[in-house]
């Protein structure tokens, strides 16, 4: 933004208020409804189906794509498609590929065929990994440093209002219509993406593209062990595992929490609109804001800590029961907070990537931020018929401190950079 005033010097309407923004609220729709059908809508349709939790849980193994996704990273960052560009042409096949394997999944059925439900579910999470990959390296390119908490906090907001589709309508159609229908419907939302991948103009020229593979697999990597070193970068790397441990281990099965406590269908979609659509709209214009004010290393540690006290509330709801109010409350602070949370923790990512390597650190990063709720997600309906619902999310909250204690030396309070963003 050099040739513009700073964000911060910005009053918070057009900070807020402008193209490369409102781009950040089409990457963020786009990238949270796959993820959020996959971890929302699918264990809902399964448990009402009669799939039992531990397969359920099991399920969260066929997220392998979002951790690997660095492996693939280096082709998307070194070949260009023949049409729209490297970032959108990309963009384009994966939405194309989400639409199809969303749809094709709803007429799968799980009774029968839950082995053909993992290789959907799989498709599904290859083409969403795919497309995170490159709709995080345009977003990196679009937004100039000053503008990435902004940016990425209302990318994350959107993201997870995106979740709204498959978490609440998704889950009320349901029950009134047949799943296959549910699915294609699903599917459809995906067409806001694809014309929004259209409309949009590359942020980078092509030409910046690797002059080879090796190049495009080996440079990003190089780049970040030389500016970190290695003792710093493990460090980093370490921190990225955690922060969202606990968080990632607490939503993994919510929906089948709030229906093993009574609540319908319909409840749960309902209240989670209502209730969610305030709090992430708030929660993300005034996360934003409060990025630019105190900065990503103080929102890390305020919102981390909203984030250790949201999952606290889904151990009081499992003591209080199917009571509408205490859910509402629930998912409020779940949005409100946790967003929160996660807005800061990719803001923090983009601001240690370089943007000459964008696609496959970001990847790199993300994917291992992604990992926990992998390996996490898959025990979690384990551990829930071991311990049951309060003492799993004590367990969660318990699980949250580490990451919270790292911050005293990735993202300490008192710094405006953390000794491990500076040049090794």
Known sequence: MSDQQPISALPWHKAIFNRHMFICVLTGFASGLPLYFLIQLVPAWLRSEGVGLTEIGLFALVGFPYNWKFVWAPLMDRYVPPFLGRRRGWMLITQIGLIISIAVLGFIDPVFSVGLVAYGAAAVAFCSASQDVVLDAYRRELLHDDELGLGNAIHVQAYRLAGLVPGSIGVILGDYLPWSTVFIVMAGFMMIAVVATIW??????????????????????????????????????????????????????????????????????????????????????????????????????????????????????????????????????????????????????????????????????????????????????????SVGWTNFYLLCTAVAIPGMVMLLKVAPWSESKSELEKPA
Do not use: C, H
Not at 320 to 337: S, T
């Open 200 to 385: 949009i103009d590359e942020a980078v020229d092509a030409s910046v593209a690797p002059l080879s593979l090796r190049a495009a697999v080996v440079e990003p990597f190089r780049e970040f062990v030389n500016r970190k070193g290695w003792a710093s970068a493990l460090y980093l790397l370490l921190f990225l595992f955690l922060y969202k441990l606990g968080d990632n281990m607490a939503t993994a099965l919510s929906s089948p929490f709030y229906l093993d406590l009574g609540f319908t269908l319909t409840e749960i979609g309902t209240i989670a609109k209502t209730a969610s659509l305030t709090a992430a709209i708030i929660g993300g214009l005034a996360g934003g804001v409060i990025m630019i004010r105190l900065g990503i290393n103080r929102a890390l540690w305020l919102f981390g800590v909203v984030q250790v006290l949201s999952i606290l509330g889904f151990a009081a709801l499992a003591e209080i029961g199917p009571n509408r109010m205490a859910l509402a409350g629930v998912i409020v602070f779940e949005y409100l907070g946790v967003g929160l949370g996660t807005a800061a923790f990719t803001a923090f990512i983009a601001r240690a990537t370089m943007p000459a390597y964008a696609a496959t650190q970001f990847a790199l990063f993300t994917a291992l931020a992604a990992l926990p709720r992998t390996f996490a997600n898959a025990t979690t309906g384990i551990i829930v018929e």
